[in-house]
């Protein structure tokens, strides 16, 4: 009897109390659960459960809340083709990414698909409109076990390789230069053409862009008002010339020296080679030195020079002084070269030429062979004089130079402009004024220059030095017809630019010897340019033939 009085009062102190928990409620009504009840079939239920949304959270998630998150219907999915570039998801595998700027989230491409440039593998991404782009496909919503296979029958592709970039020339190769052949054949006349207006492609630099110019030649800085005269280009009758290359030239000069010698008009084509190649050069890798008789404009990014030497008869004389001499005491010793020739050792290329300073007297003077001073001379015939001044030079070339180091080049005379007369304009003065050159020109050309002197240089510089060849350089013929290049009354004397007085007297102080630049003096150099790139590289080729 005292137990049921004991279970009524327990239960009547459980009923009584807060803290009744959910599951006192059978055993308030039923009394104490019994043997073989339902509990562990609902145990196992929770547990079953829990475990279904373990498993497929995920797919629940994708499936029933997105939809809604959204606020519209089913999700369309949209198919992407990866393009051959390779871009596929690169993150790790993260199937909802959500926006802090929007609040949506999206789903993102799935890592296990790699795109391949054989077989672009499609991706699906959500679509947050109902409409399909232009240009794409819509796929169906993927669901979770057909992502199951695919994750599983998903073909292995292997990413594509990177193409390898080109691999960089470097732009000192010594090989570029010396296998380069251009130009004309030997068997041509390049002297033998015509001149062609050709504003389109000369001037071949202009002359504001070449800081090396002298005042000398700067002929619009000083004044001048057309610029014709530097657009005219030479066209050979039999063939043609290449266009002045600068980076070619300036890798076959790698490492080389190549030097004009003789009087200012090679130091006029020398200023016009110089700014023919400088274009070639890095701006801080360039400069130009004064040495006595020698300038050089120096290419460091070449290793190589390119200078002038003052010579003006090439043999020694008492005017080998830049600065001091005067025409009237020029004495010349005819055989006396060794002085000059010292400096023109382990050139390259040697141009040299000599005839302005012969043109002002029909004799010259000669210091006799072994003679105390200059006042033991005596007067010869200009052409002998100069026959004999050669004839010890191409001596000298042929027992100093090697031919497979060096090559020489003899360019021939500059003609003078001096007489307007003999070119149809008798009320000119000098060359002054002059705009054009003479085209289909009918009549001889006899300007003024020396022809007998122009046969003796062709001769010996041809047959002279029979171990050394020399190539005799007819500029003559061509430069005739330019009466319109020199530079006349705008340029300098005495070191100064002329005056508008001194302009206005073109008699007194045209020059009609020197050129403008750009000018004539870049058609020699064009010439040179022919010559030099129509043929291998000596040092090249001497390494070849052994």
């Known amino acids: 009897m005292s137990l049921p009085g004991r279970r009524k009062s327990s239960l009547a102190g459980a ?36 475990f279904v949304i373990v498993m497929y959270g995920e797919d629940i998630r994708s499936v029933t809340l997105e939809p809604f998150a959204r606020g519209v219907g089913p999700v369309r999915q949209q198919a992407v083709v990866v393009s051959d570039a390779g871009r596929a998801a690169a993150t790790p595998r993260r199937d909802v990414l959500s926006s802090s700027s929007t609040g949506k989230k999206t789903v993102a491409p799935r890592r296990d698909v790699i795109a391949s440039p054989e077989r ?7 679509r947050d409109d109902g409409r399909e782009r232009p240009g794409h496909a819509a796929a169906k919503t993927e669901t979770a076990p057909e992502r199951a296979i695919r994750k599983v029958t998903a073909p292995k592709v292997k990413k594509p390789k990177k193409a390898k970039r ?21 068997t041509c006349d390049l002297s033998k053409g015509e001149w062609v207006f050709d504003n389109a492609s000369y001037p071949l630099y202009r002359e504001e862009e070449c800081s090396f110019l002298t005042s000398q030649v700067t002929c619009m800085k000083n004044g001048r008002r057309d610029d014709n005269y530097q657009k005219w280009r030479w066209q050979p009758k039999d063939c ?12 076959r000069l790698r490492n080389k020296r190549f030097m004009f010698v003789g009087d200012s008009l090679n130091r006029n084509q020398w ?7 400088q274009s070639a050069v890095s701006p801080d890798k360039k400069y130009v030195t004064w040495e006595d008789q020698r300038v050089v404009f120096h290419a460091w990014e070449f290793n190589a020079t390119v200078e002038f030497y003052w010579s003006p008869f090439l043999v020694e004389s008492n005017s080998d002084n830049p600065k001091i001499h005067s025409i009237p005491t020029r004495i010349i010793d005819a055989g006396a070269i060794a002085a000059h020739a010292q400096n023109w050792r382990n050139a390259d290329y040697l141009v040299f030429n000599t005839y302005i300073w012969w043109m002002n007297t029909l004799n010259m003077k000669l210091k006799r062979p072994g003679g105390r001073d200059w006042e033991d001379h005596e007067e010869v015939v200009r052409i002998e004089a100069y026959r004999k001044v050669l004839s010890t030079w191409a001596g000298w070339v042929n027992d100093n130079i090697d ?13 003078l402009h001096l007489s307007p007369q003999v070119w149809g304009n008798p009320n000119g003065i000098r060359c002054a004024k002059e705009t054009m050159p003479l085209v289909n020109w009918r009549g001889p050309i006899w300007l003024g220059t020396d022809w007998d002197m122009f046969k003796v240089a062709s001769n010996i510089t041809r047959a002279a030095a029979p171990r050394v060849p020399i190539t005799f350089v007819d500029i003559t013929t061509m430069s005739e017809r330019r009466k319109d290049g020199h530079t006349s009354v705008h340029t300098i004397r005495q070191g100064q630019i002329l005056t508008p007085e001194q302009q206005a007297d073109p008699g007194t102080y045209a020059d009609c010897i020197h050129w403008c630049l750009p000018g004539v003096p870049d058609i020699w150099n064009s010439l040179l340019y022919t010559r030099i790139m129509s043929r291998p590289d000596a040092a090249t080729a001497a390494l070849t033939a052994r």
């Open 403 to 415: 031919p497979a180091r060096t090559s020489v080049f003899f360019m021939s005379m500059s003609p």
């Open 271 to 277: 200023e016009s080679m110089v700014c023919l190649v």
């Open 120 to 126: 672009p593998v499609p991706v699906a991404l959500p």
């Open 166 to 186: 080109p691999r960089r020339l470097r732009p000192a190769r010594k090989t570029v230069a010396a296998g380069v052949v251009l130009g004309s054949p030997e």
């Open 15 to 50: 009923g009584g109390g807060a803290g009744a928990g959910p599951f006192d409620t059978l055993g308030a009504k039923h009394g104490a659960p019994r043997k073989g009840g339902r509990l562990p079939v609902y145990v196992a239920g929770v547990f079953f459960v829990v």
């Open 240 to 251: 043609d010339m290449p266009r002045f290359d600068a980076k070619v030239f300036m890798e």
